[in-house]
Each structure stands twice: as C-alpha cells, then as structure tokens.
C-alpha cells in the first residue's frame, strides 16, 4: 500500500530532458526508477536509437525528440526548444530534470516557455570544455556559466557528481541549492571482485569511449614506454569512438596502435564484469571534463586497483595511494611510473582494488543515488 508521501506524490509529473537514449540508459536509470518509487508519473525525452525498451522497463514513458547533440547551432537549438516546450505542456509537467549541459541548454529554454519554475540542471562534466586549459576553454566555460545561470528560478536545483564542478557555475557545493551524488551509482551485487589473475603481466584496462579528452593516446606512450624498459605490461582499450563527439579518435589511429607489441583495441563491449575478470588495474589518463567516471565506479566495484588523473571526478572517488594512483594530466612519463610501481608490487595492487570496493559501498551505491534523488524530489515538489 502507498504511503501517505507517495499518495501525495502520485500524478505529479516528472521530465527528464536528455539528449542521448543510450546516455540516459547507461547512467540514469536509477533515478527514473526513484521517482516511480515515490509514484511519480516520469517521461523521458530523448533522441531515440536502441534504448527505448530498458528505459520503458522503469515504467517511464518515452518521447523521442531529435537534437543533435554536437550540434551548436543556435536556430537548430532553438526549434528543439520549441518542439520539447509544447511537449512539456502536453504532458503538464510539475518538474523538468535536464541531463549534461545541452539538455540543460535546451530544456531550460523550453521550460521557461512553458512556464515549468521547478527545473533540476544536472552538469554531468564539461566533456572537452572542461578538458581545455587555453584562453579558449576559459572563454566556453565563463559563457556556460552565463547561459547555465542565465535560465534558472528560485525554485531551479543542481546536481552535480563532484564538489568542483559547482564552483565553475558560482555554487557553493555545500549549499542548499546544490546536491552531490556518487556519479551513476553501480549496483554491488551485480559488479563483485573476483580473484586478480596471474602476474605477470601486468594487464590494464581503459573502459569508455575513445577519444582525446580521455587520454587514450597517453596510456599508450606510457606503455610503449614501460614495455621499452622490459616491464610486463600490457594494454587492453574497451570502447568505441563517439561520432557527435569532436574528440572522437579515428578507427585507423585506433587500428594503429592495436597492431604494436601489448597493446589491443577490443571495441565496446557490454560485458563489464569480464573485462575486470581479467585485468588488474583500471586506467583512465582523463585530461578532464568528467562528472564522476562511470568507468571508474565499475572498476572499483570488482575490487581493481586504479590509475587516473588529478582531475574533477576522477580525484572525487580515487585518492591517490589508497585506491589506487594519480598522475597529472597528460603525462606520460608519471603514468608510466604508476604502472611500473604497481607492476612491481601485485600485493599493493589487491589492497588498493579492496580498498575501492569499499569505497564504493561507502556513498556510490544505486542505492545512495536514488536516495539522494528522493530527497531532492519530494522537497521540490512539496515546496
């Protein structure tokens, strides 16, 4: 029987803007799921390719709408703006949840010309915005913080997935206007630790899509380099490039370097938990822009050592010397050095993937992110 809160709740109407089915499907599902505990009538709008059906099987409705998600084309944002404000009418929505900056950017829009005051901006990273150090990446990001601020209300909310992302808006990370949570959450019954297989080699892994702004190009010096010096180090690379993403590496570079000696290019795969199976450490060289790397959560949830960089979300889960190692961003030469100290020294690297096992458990569950998302709905909408 529903409680008395969810009989409150129930057909008020939640919206999620989204610019990517797939997106959506890989990191936001336990919040549809948490909105339907709290009897919300929840619809997602999204550009529809494969994943429809898992996101209907949290009993939301789906609405395609198309927006190229590279596109910056003001005329272009503006129609899907158009299009998605009388579809916010049609469904009489109490509360707009827009995901990563362009949905934010275009469901902020439609929301105020629908006349929805409660809006969520979830800031999922900068991607390559956050990325860039140049006089140019300063320039986006001051524009984002105009734009972003530019569209909220009094009753508009945050989420972001690391305390350093709000800073780059003008929140206070601590504020009530701001809610934290641990990234996508990982289910920990599903992603468990299996025993470390034999070394050596030292095999790592890099899980996520391959482009520049992740430093896949990094790791593969760092280990040309290792393997120079005869370490037993080998490099697998799990992903695929992502056409809307202008950081994409193109198939021939990747080809390129799955042809040299301990280096492989695998493509995407689904089957996470095989992949930590048969590594020890998980990498990601990240030259920033990151929310809090899904990656990362799933490698640390099989109990694998981590190497990464001393960027926003990689540093919110990793700390360095305890779940695994951080370097700079884009240096190869200190990667190199991280894996050749874990390379020498296999019981470090199981106390570190024990290690970010529990950390994991500790904040990072699905569990804790639904929780976090309650809390915040049912305040807004009582409000």
Known sequence: MPSSAQLALQNRKLVFVVTEDWFFASHFLPMARAARELGLAVTVVTRVREHREVIEATGAKVIPLEAERRSLNPMAAGYAAGQLAAILKAEKA?????????????????????????????????????????????????????????????????????????????LDPSGGQVTIVGGAGIDPDLLKPE???????????????????????????????????GASIELSLYGAPDPSNPKAIPEETLKGWSA??????????????????????????????????????????CGRAIVTTDVPGCRTL?????????????DAQGLTEALLALARQPERVARMGEAGRARVLDGFTERDVMESVKRLYRSMLAS
Not at 107 to 123: E, M, P, T
Not at 195 to 222: C, F, H, N, T, Y
Not at 291 to 300: F, I, M, Q, W
């Open 94 to 170: 109490d509360l707009v949840h827009c995901i990563a900056l362009k949905g934010i950017l275009v469901g902020g829009f439609a929301a105020a010309l629908a006349g929805v005051g409660r809006r969520i901006y979830a800031l999922t990273g900068l991607g390559f915005l956050g990325a860039r150090t140049d006089s140019v990446g300063r320039l986006a990001r001051r524009a984002v913080r105009l734009l972003v601020r530019g569209l909220e209300t009094r009753r508009t909310r945050y989420v972001f997935e690391n305390a350093d992302d709000p800073r780059l808006l003008g």
């Open 195 to 229: 025993p470390l297989p034999a070394q050596p080699p030292l095999k790592v892994a890099i899980v996520a899509r391959m482009l520049w702004s992740k430093g896949i190009d990094v790791a593969v010096e760092a280990v040309r380099a290792a393997r120079a010096g």
């Open 260 to 301: 040299e000696p301990g280096i492989a290019w695998h493509g995407a795969t689904r089957d996470i938990a095989a992949v930590w199976r048969e590594h020890h450490v998980a990498c990601l060289p990240s030259r920033g822009g990151e929310g809090l790397p899904r990656t990362l959560l799933e490698a640390a949830a």
């Open 318 to 330: 990793v700390r360095d010397g305890i779940e695994g190692l951080i370097v700079p961003p884009g």
